[in-house]
């Protein structure tokens, strides 16, 4: 009788840990926008204004304004939103001022647990005022929470981070 309860308590165990082990979510090495494991819901984050002042980024070039939202427009420019659904393609938009060549501007998305949701780099090439935007896109949606977008210029911190929210 008890060989039986034991058995049963070690089969019970052993499916139980196959039943977690199938619930965890496969990690997409590949996409550097992976979803972060955490799907927390939260409280809607209040946007953080742009700095009034430029923020010295690299030698030559100041970050004049950074902006998340939705859409840009055929001049680079985007409205600035706070709340996306989890399917929304999320845009970080840096105008910049100054002359650059080849300066790598970075953005990086971060998740309220900490996690990296996205990164993403592009080269700027100008000579005055321009505005570089980096999307960001989650086939597999965004999870609800909060975010924070950062921007570097040639790995040196540039601009007001921002947060929002997904719902």
Known sequence: MKKTSIST??????????????????????????????????????????????????AGVNVTAVTVGKTAAADKSVATVALFAPKDDIIVSVRTDGAANNANVAAKLTFQDGQVAGEQNQALNTTGADTTNVTFKNAKGWPAGKYRAEVTVDGKAAGTPQEFEVK
């Open 9 to 58: 308590a070690v089969l019970a165990a052993l499916l139980a840990t196959v039943a977690l082990a199938g619930c965890k979510k496969k990690e997409d090495t590949a996409d550097n926008n992976a979803q972060p494991a955490a799907m927390t819901p939260a409280e809607p984050a209040p946007m953080t204004p742009a700095a009034p002042e430029p923020m010295a980024a690299a």
